[in-house]
Nanobody
Framework: QGELVESGGGLVQPGGSLRLSCAAS????????MGWYRQAPGKQRELVAS???????NYADSVKGRFTISRDNAKNTVSLQMNSLKPEDTAVYYC????????WGQGTQVTVSS
């Protein structure tokens, strides 16, 4: 069973930026399409960005143009660069494969507030 560990969250003002990282065990990243998901309080978990094994990307409309997903197969990591953050981006962010094949990690909290 693989392990996914997210990091990089924090408190940021509206308009600010954060870069999230996901470290995966084994060859999870190199062998799978990967995604970043988020769950806001009282809401269902949603997919915000994904990248295929061929490096094609897709984004939720709510983050398109502001978030960028990337992967490093050699390091088995996936990153999410988040720019122009808005209060509605506040959530716990998780990485996982797409479709989901592994247990969820602890996630990393992103809070956008002035």
């Amino acid at each position: 069973q693989g392990e996914l560990v997210e990091s990089g969250g924090g408190l940021v003002q509206p308009g600010g930026s954060l870069r999230l990282s996901c470290a995966a065990s084994g060859s999870i990243v190199s062998l799978n399409a990967m995604g970043w998901y988020r769950q806001a309080p009282g809401k269902q978990r949603e997919l915000v960005a994904s990248m295929s094994t061929g490096s094609s990307t897709n984004y939720a409309d709510s983050v398109k143009g502001r978030f960028t997903i990337s992967r490093d197969n050699a390091k088995n990591t996936v990153s999410l660069q988040m720019n122009s953050l808005k209060p509605e981006d506040t959530a716990v962010y998780y990485c996982n494969t797409r479709p989901i094949r592994y247990d969820w990690g602890q996630g990393t909290q992103v809070t956008v507030s002035s």
